[in-house]
């Protein structure tokens, strides 16, 4: 059973936030709709601490008195366009303080710097880690292009023969450029906060003309062998809820350990309204056990 909380946010979303987007003009636009306003304080008990990672700056976000159970990356979304990690604080505290020291790279965004210069990113923010971290002692996360480019990351370190995280979660995985899936259409008008359209334009800024079916820039295409175990949390109400669907079943089919729970009527990336979504609590708290439960494994 859905919250009136989910269900209350998605209705203002759809009626406020998503006409807006529509609105836009331009790549510039769409960023002041989805991440201009003001950036929120990590809450008690946690910080941020800026720095620079493998080359890549970002911020750690650390809970002193919490034990350390692992180091995770956190890509955050935004379309390959849009967003900051401070915009994502609310997810990347809630992992800090569940005992996952977090660092959150700022990596290069489209159009001015498209496809693979956020990937380039990732991969160097994650061997910059690898310098004071066991591969055991690591977990990546991301949501929505963040989740996209955390597959794309781990296909890349697999085929450069660099050691893999111990897991990855992700939250409404954008992992088909092309939109090919029949929810980008069933659920263009139920979804709360994008239609089709905005992540064709998302597409668009991110790798221009470029193929949007090449597999580092949607993974849903790639070979998926060899991959960490991977949660997927997403909504069944969201236009990329076949994003989510069709990689599953193909990380299943190549043998990857693969769990996957749809969510009824929460926004998409609803973790990010975890702080009065009960949903987004949960699935953030799903996620730290999961996390938990396969470094164990890793390290056993």
């Not at 897991?167 to 954008?174: C, I, K």
């Not at 939109?179 to 064709?200: I, K």
């Amino acid at each position: 059973m859905a919250s009136w909380q989910a269900k209350a946010t998605s209705f203002v979303l759809r009626h406020w936030f998503k006409p807006r987007l529509a609105r836009t003009p331009d790549a510039a636009a769409a960023r002041r709709v989805m991440g201009g306003g003001p950036v929120i304080p990590p809450p008690r008990g946690s910080r941020a601490v800026p720095d620079t990672v493998g080359g890549v700056a970002g911020e750690w976000l650390i809970a002193e008195a919490v034990p350390n159970v692992a180091t995770l990356l956190y890509l955050h979304g935004g379309g390959y366009f849009a967003c900051t990690p401070q915009t994502h604080r609310a997810v990347t505290s809630a992992f800090a303080l569940a005992g996952f020291k977090t660092f959150a790279p700022a990596y290069r965004l489209a159009p001015e710097h498209p496809f693979p210069a956020g990937l380039d990113d990732a991969i160097a923010a994650y061997r910059g880690l690898l310098e004071t971290h066991t591969p055991q002692q690591l977990v990546i996360a991301g949501d929505s292009a963040g989740g996209g480019l955390c597959v794309a990351l781990l296909l890349s370190l697999r085929d450069r023969g660099i050691p893999l995280p111990a897991a990855a979660v992700l939250f409404s995985p954008f992992v088909d450029l092309a939109a090919t899936g029949e929810s980008a259409r069933l659920n263009s008008d139920r979804c709360a906060m994008f239609t089709r359209d905005s992540f064709g334009r998302a597409a668009e800024y991110y790798v221009g003309q470029g193929d949007r079916c090449a597999p580092l820039a949607s993974p849903l295409y790639a070979d998926l062998h060899g991959l960490p175990p991977l949660l997927i949390h997403v909504g069944a109400d969201e236009t990329l809820l076949d994003d989510s669907r069709r990689l599953a079943e193909r990380a299943q089919r190549a043998g990857v350990k693969t769990q996957l729970k749809i969510w009824p009527a929460v926004p998409h990336v609803w973790q990010l309204f975890q702080r009065w979504i009960p949903e987004g609590r949960s699935s953030l708290r799903e996620a730290g056990m999961f996390f938990a439960r396969e470094v164990e494994v890793a390290r056993a």
